[in-house]
């Protein structure tokens, strides 16, 4: 009987393991942030105004300039101190990520 109890408690700390790795690796996802904004928009104060996402998905039929913005900070409808650049957002890294990424120009 003792012996069980200790094979279902390793397996516990296996699987508690493995949930740490899994949440581990998602953070350090290829995927980063990105938000839809109008590139004709741009505000000095607040940055560029988002715009629906359906904006982005298609070229044709939309009435603004919209692109991708990656790793911006987002408020009040706007989005400001991110990039255009899909590679350079996930060079960037994050929590776990390897490289520390180049901080800018």
Same mark, same amino acid.
Request: charged share 25%; glycine share 16%.
């Given at each position: ?7 279902? &408690?390793?397996?516990? $700390? ?13 953070? =350090?996802?290829? %995927?980063? /942030?990105? &938000? =839809? $904004?109008? &590139? #004709? ?6 940055? +560029?105004?988002?715009?629906? %996402?359906?904006? =982005? ?6 009435? $603004?300039?919209?692109?991708?913005? +990656? /790793?911006? #900070?987002? &408020?009040?409808? +706007?989005? %400001? ?9 996930? /060079?960037?890294?994050?929590?776990? =990520? ?8």
């Amino acid at each position: 009987m003792a012996e069980s109890r200790r094979r279902v &408690r390793s397996s516990t $700390v296996v699987l508690g393991g493995m949930g740490v790795l899994a949440a581990a690796l998602t953070s =350090c996802g290829s %995927d980063p /942030d990105r &938000r =839809c $904004v109008d &590139r #004709d928009s741009y505000d000095y104060l607040n940055g +560029y105004k988002l715009v629906a %996402d359906k904006n =982005c998905a298609s070229s044709s039929g939309s009435r $603004v300039d919209a692109d991708w913005y +990656y /790793d911006a #900070d987002v &408020r009040a409808g +706007y989005a %400001d101190d991110g990039t255009f650049s899909r590679s350079e957002a996930v /060079d960037r890294g994050g929590f776990g =990520c390897s490289g520390s990424g180049s901080g800018g120009g």
